[in-house]
């Protein structure tokens, strides 16, 4: 099912998410809503929040693969990349942001089984950018040079 995703402005956003404890069939239920409604967006990732749920699970879909992560927590980062990000919960801006280059993470999968991943690049600023939504914290609360998208 399409879930309506929520834009800057709702206060689901700034939460900080709580823990998912159960691994049942609501939790399949909302990731793979999730994941119809990121695929209709047209999305790198989209994290619980954005569709109005304040429960630590997001999902990123980037070259590397489609990934579920519940309860993701990071084990290290390394290096530096500077560049524009935009958000499907901030419509039609984007702004430069500085993350790490390469992160190290542990999370569950829908199972609740531990898992670990290593991400590079683009897939690193996408992990990074959904887990920040995690603890209420948006794209633009660090971006540089926020514009419209169409702007040059």
């Not at 993701?72 to 500085?98: D, H, I, M, N, T």
């Not at 569950?108 to 209420?136: I, P, Q, T």
Request: glycine residues 8%; contains cysteine; charged residues 35%.
């Amino acid at each position: 099912m399409i879930r309506e995703i929520v834009q800057v402005g709702d206060p689901v956003l700034r939460q900080k998410c709580e823990p998912v404890v159960k691994f049942d069939k609501d939790l399949c239920t909302l990731l793979d809503d999730m994941r119809d409604t990121l695929k209709k967006a047209e999305g790198a990732g989209l994290a619980a929040p954005q569709v109005g749920v304040p429960v630590r699970a997001v999902l990123v879909d980037v070259d590397e693969g489609f990934f579920e992560l519940i309860n993701p927590v990071f084990v290290w980062q390394k290096g530096e990349q500077y560049g524009y990000e935009g958000c499907l919960s901030v419509r039609g801006k984007a702004g430069k942001v500085l993350r790490p280059d390469k992160v190290k993470i542990v999370y569950s999968d829908r199972r609740g089984n531990r898992l670990s991943l290593v991400a590079r690049g683009f897939f690193a600023r996408a992990v990074c950018h959904e887990l920040d939504h995690l603890d209420g914290v948006l794209y633009t609360d660090k971006a540089d040079d926020v514009r419209d998208e169409d702007e040059d």
